[in-house]
């Protein structure tokens, strides 16, 4: 086997030359570099992680935990958190809970035994204490959340204000002439539902209009549970003009119960979705959207989080980062006379 030794004498540099270009901690010439990085390429040296974590205390591992790897907002999530872990020279390792709670203690559990330097975490729904965070972060391993904060807790969190953005959109669905407007949430358990369903019901207060409870429906941030949401409202006596839709996901299910009844958007019921994934440019109408900036929170949170690390001052008070978002106006939440009566 291949040691750090024999990649020096190769490449005609000091044993700690060769470290500095592996951990990239030390700035190193452009010359002494290249030979450093052609030697390890010659005699295919690996470095051995295990050992260097054990005399630094410090494993170069990121875990991240996300809720649904099928969502293309966590997926471009999980890109930026990697690009700015690599930039820093560490690995990020990648759980998936499918917004199972139990999944999410036990990948934190997971982390936690294999001495990540810290973590992100897009919390999975649920109403039990968030004790496992906490002791996590007892435990000196700094955490940061990323999109979702759990109640209660006090935590380094990248976010954005889900109450203005969800405000923002119904008020562009009451200026296109839509009084009779619905929305689709997510799960109650999380607070980004709670706070899009809170923008929307103060917006349409302020407008002077009714929210009627036969149009406010509680998915859960899948397609499936838009498309049964959807169909629930399509099958009522009573129609909205318009749905204000809480994530993308959903939005693709309403549209398929749309299909299934034979009716079109915009002209027998008008959308606005939160989430802007570039997929939604195929879909007609394209779809009016709130843009959230997913590869900045995974970029955005892992730079935090290694900020934490490396200074080691996981006691401070929380960071609390919120990121912009922007309403994309488009064909799907236009006012057309409707063509169901």
């Known amino acids: 086997m291949a040691t750090i030794k024999e990649v020096a004498k190769i490449a005609g540099v000091s044993v700690g030359t060769v470290s500095n270009v592996i951990t990239g901690?030390?700035?190193?010439?452009?010359?002494?570099?290249?030979?450093?990085?052609?030697?390890?390429?010659?005699?295919?040296?690996?470095?051995?992680?295990?050992?260097?974590?054990?005399?630094?205390?410090?494993?170069?591992?990121?875990?991240?935990?996300?809720?649904?790897i099928t969502n293309p907002f966590f997926s471009q999530m999980v890109r930026g958190a990697e690009e700015a872990a690599r930039k820093q020279n560490y690995l990020l390792l990648t759980f998936n809970t499918d917004d199972r709670f139990e999944r999410e203690e036990q990948a934190l559990?997971?982390?936690?035994?294999?001495?990540?330097?810290?973590i992100l975490l897009v919390v999975a729904p649920s109403q039990a204490k968030p004790s496992h965070i906490v002791e996590t972060l007892k435990a000196g391993i700094p955490v940061v959340c990323l999109d979702r904060i759990p109640p209660g807790l006090e935590?380094?969190?990248?976010?954005?204000?889900?109450?203005?953005?969800?405000?923002?959109?119904?008020r562009h669905l009451i200026a296109q002439g839509h009084r009779k407007i619905g929305i689709i949430t997510g799960t109650m358990?999380?607070?980004?539902?709670?706070?899009?369903?809170?923008g929307f019901e103060e917006t349409m207060r302020a407008a002077g209009l009714e929210v009627d409870r036969d149009w406010v429906r509680h998915g859960d941030f899948r397609s499936?549970?838009?498309?049964?949401?959807?169909?629930?409202?399509?099958?009522?006596?009573?129609?909205p003009t318009a749905l204000f839709i809480s994530n993308n996901l959903m939005a693709y299910g309403v549209l398929q119960a749309l299909d299934d009844f034979n009716l079109h958007c915009p002209?027998?019921?008008?959308?606005?979705?939160?989430?802007?994934?570039?997929?939604?440019?195929?879909?007609?109408?394209?779809?009016?959207?709130?843009?959230?900036?997913?590869y900045s929170f995974g970029y955005t949170g892992a730079e935090l989080l290694i900020q934490r690390i490396e200074s080691k001052k996981t006691?401070?008070?929380?960071?609390?980062?919120?990121?912009?978002?922007?309403?994309?106006i488009r064909e799907s939440s236009a006012f057309e006379p409707r063509t169901l009566q």
């Open 25 to 68: 901690s030390v700035t190193v010439g452009a010359d002494r570099k290249e030979r450093v990085l052609n030697a390890i390429r010659e005699i295919e040296y690996h470095p051995n992680h295990v050992a260097r974590s054990l005399k630094l205390q410090r494993t170069k591992m990121l875990g991240m935990i996300i809720s649904d």
């Open 109 to 118: 559990s997971e982390l936690r035994s294999r001495r990540v330097d810290g």
């Open 155 to 170: 935590v380094d969190s990248v976010t954005v204000d889900n109450i203005n953005a969800a405000r923002d959109c119904v």
């Open 189 to 198: 358990a999380l607070q980004t539902a709670q706070q899009r369903l809170q």
């Open 224 to 239: 499936e549970s838009g498309y049964q949401m959807g169909r629930e409202i399509l099958l009522g006596k009573n129609l």
């Open 267 to 294: 002209g027998d019921l008008a959308i606005a979705t939160f989430d802007d994934p570039a997929i939604t440019q195929v879909f007609r109408p394209r779809l009016t959207a709130i843009s959230q900036p997913a």
């Open 315 to 328: 006691g401070e008070s929380p960071i609390a980062i919120r990121l912009p978002t922007e309403l994309h």
